[in-house]
């Protein structure tokens, strides 16, 4: 158990809809990512936040958009839902200071129909 | 364009035996790379790292090798198990501070019993 949580684990939806995907880091821990994994390929960074600021954005799309609350949880939207926006959605954290691993939660994975 | 790659789709080793997975990169400007395995239906784990003024790195029965000339890690199993078998993945980070990773596609790595 790395310590990362996410919900929901799934999640289907149709097109043009929205979700919100949670994610509670590990204890302590500062800086949350998003990886985006579709179908035979590898993870993808979306975006990164360190202590409630955005600090970094990867191929994130403008449907997309991300934030990190004063406990540190951090939420990805998605919105105007396309059938290539299905895949699995990972999390990670670490304790942006003196690590360069990043611990992983479950992912969520999300299905549009 | 991917700056981290992993060529080899899958990889069939017998156990007790050697695994060894290949990862190679572009960016002469990362400085950190680090493996992670992945479970079905489970977030990546990390595994094992190295930063770029190493060449070696071992913990238990793996080894990360770094050969910087080559843009070239591997990672080596020995004696590999079947609980070793998982998808891994190779992943790259470069600057100081938390930064993204860049992750290759993946190696599903089965051991046969």
């Known amino acids: 158990d790395s310590g990362v949580t996410q919900t929901p684990k799934h999640l289907i939806t149709a097109t043009g809809q929205r979700v919100t995907l949670r994610c509670s880091p590990r204890s302590g821990d500062l800086s949350v990512y998003w990886y985006q994994q579709s179908l035979d390929q590898g993870l993808q960074f979306l975006i990164q936040?360190?202590?409630?600021?955005?600090?970094a954005k990867g191929n994130i799309l403008e449907r997309f958009s991300a934030q990190q609350f004063p406990d540190l949880h951090s939420e990805l939207n998605l919105s105007s839902l396309e059938l290539g926006d299905s895949a699995l959605y990972f999390c990670a954290s670490s304790d942006g200071l003196k690590t360069y691993e990043q611990y992983f939660g479950p992912g969520t994975r999300l299905t549009v129909t | 364009d991917q700056q981290v790659k992993q060529n080899s789709p899958s990889l069939s080793v017998q156990e007790g035996r050697i695994s060894i997975l290949n990862c190679d990169y572009t960016n002469s400007m990362f400085d950190y790379f680090l493996w992670y395995k992945k479970y079905p239906a489970e977030g990546p784990t990390f595994l094992i790292s190295i930063s770029s003024i190493k060449d070696k790195n071992e913990d238990g029965r793996f080894t990360v090798f770094l050969n910087k000339s080559a843009k070239h890690l591997s990672l080596h199993i020995v004696p590999s198990q079947p609980g070793d078998s998982a998808v891994y993945f190779c992943?790259?980070?470069?600057?100081?501070?938390?930064?993204?990773?860049?992750f290759g596609k993946g190696t599903r790595l089965s051991v046969i019993a």
């Open positions: 936040y360190y202590n409630g600021e955005e600090r």
């Open positions: 992943a790259a980070r470069e600057g100081s501070g938390n930064t993204p990773l860049v």
